[in-house]
């Protein structure tokens, strides 16, 4: 399987003011405070089969969905909202499976502070009504959620 690796900008620089900090003069790999330097996770973003066609998944193949209320790649899923719609978030960078282009992702700060990855113009999002891999039981839910296409567009339905 072919993988590009997109590396975030933000998060890059968060992890590298990080280091600088964590890291003694010395080299050592230790946190300041004793513990453990903490090396980051790249999220792998992919495409599986679904009723709908192929559509954006992460790398345990738990399916990602956009939400219309979302504007310019913006996110405004918040409180209870993003207690059931769980954001795909980066700590580090994104590899793309096969067939994904990259120059359709990117991320977004979210007000919380914390990074989400977009796909086109959307925030990408979980749902916790799937359970297993390859569910799409958020598909469609109040109009405004909908899985994600190859070319960045939202199915819809």
Known sequence: MRTTTVTLTAATALLTLTACGLFGQDGD????????????TPVEV?????EFGEVLADQEGRIL???????DAESVCEDDCIAT????TASAWAVLGEGLEEALLDTTERTDGVTQ??????????????????ETNGQGLDDEWFVIATDG???RE
């Open 29 to 40: 790999e230790e946190a300041a405070a004793g513990e453990p330097a903490v090396e980051a």
């Open 46 to 50: 992919v495409l599986v089969d679904s």
């Open 65 to 71: 969905y956009g939400f219309t209320k979302d504007k």
């Open 85 to 88: 719609w769980p954001a795909l």
């Open 117 to 134: 990855i977009t796909y086109g113009e959307w925030p990408l999002y979980y749902y916790v009504g799937d359970v297993l891999p390859e």
């Open 153 to 155: 567009s939202q199915i």
